[in-house]
Every structure is written in C-alpha cells, then in structure tokens.
T-cell receptor, first 113, second 112 residues
Framework: EAGVTQFPSHSVIEKGQTVTLRCDPI?????LYWYRRVMGKEIKFLLH????????ESGMPNNRFLAERTGGTYSTLKVQPAELEDSGVYFC???????????FGQGTRLTVV | DQQVKQNSPSLSVQEGRISILNCDYT??????FLWYKKYPAEGPTFLIS?????DKNEDGRFTVFLNKSAKHLSLHIVPSQPGDSAVYFC???????????FGTGTSLTVIP
C-alpha cells in the first residue's frame, strides 16, 4: 500500500512568486493534515481536513496560504505571494480516524529567496 | 508560545545502553501523547503513544512514561541500537482535537 506522497520534494522560488504543494494521502484516509517545520523548530499544525471539509484551519499563518481538498482525495497548499519567512519543510499527514496517530509524507522543502 | 518542550536538542548514547528522551508540556487538558521518529529527508514515523489514563506503555525496546502531575513525558529505548539514531519528536494533544502540538525534537546518536 502506498504511503502519503508529497510533491515536489524540493522547491526554490523567488519572493513574490506562487508555489503549490500537493499531497496524496493514503487511500481511504478521510483525515488529512498539513504541518510545517521552520529552521529546526517545532513541527507546527496548519490545518485539518475531514474529507473535503476544513475541520480546523487555526494554524494557517495568514491569507497568503490557501489549502484545498477537492473531492476529498488529494490536497493542495498554495502560497501566494511567497515571503522569505515561508521557507521550511511542509509535511502532510493522513489518518483513518480523527483520533490517534497519523502517517506522514516525506515533506516538501520550500526555500523562498 | 510552545505547548511542548524538548529541552535537549541532542543526545549521544553508547550502543547497548539506555537512551532517555524527555518532553514537558504545558496544558493539563492534553490527554494523548505520542513519540515520532524522523530520519533525514523522511517524514516523521509514529513510534509509540500513551493516553492519560496510563502512566506507562511498552512496545519492545521502547517504553513511554507519563507523569501527569509533572506534565512530563519520557521515552526509554533499551538496548539502544545504531539504527535508532534519528530525531525524536514528542507530540501531545487532546484525543478529541484536530491537531497535535510537537516539540522541537531531540537528535539521538547511538555510537557503535
């Protein structure tokens, strides 16, 4: 069974550009999470989908970040326009249940220059 | 405002000895606790968890201890093996909540 897949694995963009990250969760997992780790700090929650609905987006830094999960399958996280402080590793995770542990993808390393 | 703190950024242990990784949390409402292990260029992998109704959970070489009064969590690995070398993240949250709060991680190196 395939795990959580994230694309791209690395992205380097200039300040002011737009970047879209994609996450394919494990098939059948209704719960999908986005997290971010900046410069060796803690892994911080961004938002949580249950199927196509946003259950909790309290961790989204600002309105430059937009997450979608059309059809309740894969999810995208768009940053527009990107700023220097957006650099970090973005992790997606999925889970069959709201409670308990989640399976993480390998992450997308975003560098804004 | 960190909800979870891992005060040791790194730890080195001799192969075969015990590794003890520590974690402190601030919110007494947290009732579910997890440890994740992360290798370079990979995502975190779930290792072991414990709910607040227990004070110990064991899985093979890994044991997690929970001290609710001290709001302290620890992970014991015994015996430690070189393959255990990784970054370990403590995570806590409510079992009914949507998100988990992670610590900054402790990089464990097991020396052969």
């Amino acid at each position: 069974e395939a795990g959580v897949t994230q694309f791209p694995s690395h992205s380097v963009i200039e300040k002011g550009q737009t970047v879209t990250l994609r996450c394919d969760p494990i098939s059948g997992h209704d719960n999908l999470y986005w997290y971010r780790r900046v410069m060796g700090k803690e892994i911080k929650f961004l938002l949580h989908f249950v199927k196509e609905s946003k259950q909790d987006e309290s961790g989204m830094p600002n309105n430059r970040f937009l997450a979608e999960r059309t059809g309740g399958t894969y999810s995208t996280l768009k940053v527009q326009p990107a700023e220097l402080e957006d650099s970090g590793v973005y992790f997606c995770a999925s889970s069959p249940r709201t409670r308990g542990s989640a399976f993480f993808g390998q992450g997308t390393r975003l560098t804004v220059v | 405002d960190q909800q979870v703190k891992q005060n040791s950024p790194s730890l080195s242990v001799q192969e075969g000895r015990i590794s003890i990784l520590n974690c402190d949390y601030t919110n007494s409402m947290f009732d579910y606790f997890l440890w994740y292990k992360k290798y370079p260029a990979e995502g975190p992998t779930f290792l072991i968890s414990i709910s607040s109704i227990k004070d110990k959970n064991e899985d093979g070489r890994f044991t997690v201890f929970l001290n609710k009064s001290a709001k302290h969590l620890s992970l014991h690995i015994v015996p430690s093996q070189p393959g255990d070398s990784a970054v370990y993240f403590c995570a806590t949250g409510s079992n009914t909540g949507n998100q988990f709060y992670f610590g900054t991680g402790t990089s464990l190196t097991v020396i052969p």
